[in-house]
């Protein structure tokens, strides 16, 4: 059985450094093939895109977002951590991670965590 | 702004079919067979419907059917109930300097 889960802070001041964390049970991140991705939403708002670590390692970003966002994985410890660097109120939302399945190009998010709702502000 | 247009509401009544679109570009849905569609309800994390424009994962029932005409990609649910009205995303990817990218929602509502 596959589950994740997002654990960080609830809140966070405006251009301080916001740090999330998935942790996950059922697979594993050196699997070829799988990945887990990180997806937003804001109040409201539809979903937002961030970024995609796959097993090898290989890092994808949203163009919009690529300056402030790490994406990193510790396949010992089952999970992948998000940065977002100089947070801004509009960064409010739930943050969701993802575990992907497809070769490369091919990913679909197949499982995903409950989400953690971060809010931005002073 | 979402890179992918999906209307913002859709409707029908119970039985009936209900399709909602997602249109994008040459660049994303319409170069390449990887749509996905993923169901959310309130206050919940979405669900995986459709991947790869058509295929459906173990478990989602065969009322709910995808498509792709060239830049625009649909989810078809058919014979409607209840337990369907939710908000749908169809989410595509975009190229490699774009890895992915999701339509603006369509909340479904069965009348």
């Known amino acids: 059985q596959i589950t994740l889960k997002e654990s960080g802070p609830t809140l966070v001041k405006p251009t301080q450094t916001l740090t999330l964390t998935c942790t996950f049970s059922?697979?594993?991140?050196?699997?070829?093939?799988?990945?887990v991705g990180w997806i937003r939403q804001p109040p409201g708002k539809a979903l937002e895109w961030l970024a995609l670590i796959y097993w090898d390692d290989d890092k994808r970003y949203s163009p919009s977002l690529k300056s402030s966002l790490t994406i990193t994985k510790d396949t010992s410890k089952n999970q992948v951590v998000l940065t977002m660097t100089n947070v801004d109120p509009v960064d409010t939302a739930t943050y969701y991670c993802a575990h992907s399945r497809g070769y490369r190009i091919s990913y679909y998010f197949t499982y995903w965590g409950q989400g953690t709702l971060v809010t931005v502000s002073s | 702004q979402s890179a992918l247009t999906q209307p913002p509401s859709a409707s029908g009544s119970p039985g009936q079919s209900v399709t909602i679109s997602c249109t994008g570009t040459s660049s994303d849905v319409g170069g390449y067979n990887y749509v996905s569609w993923y169901q959310q309800y309130p206050g919940k994390a979405p669900k995986l419907m459709i991947f790869e424009v058509s295929k459906r994962p173990s478990g989602v029932p065969d009322r709910f059917s995808g498509s792709k005409s060239g830049n625009t990609a649909s989810l078809t649910v058919s014979g409607l109930q209840a337990e369907d009205e939710a908000d749908y995303y169809c989410?595509?990817?975009?190229?490699?300097?774009?890895?992915?990218?999701f339509g603006g929602g369509t909340k479904l509502t069965v009348l």
């Open positions: 059922g697979f594993s991140l050196s699997t070829t093939g799988v990945g």
């Open positions: 989410s595509s990817y975009a190229g490699s300097n774009n890895w992915g990218v």
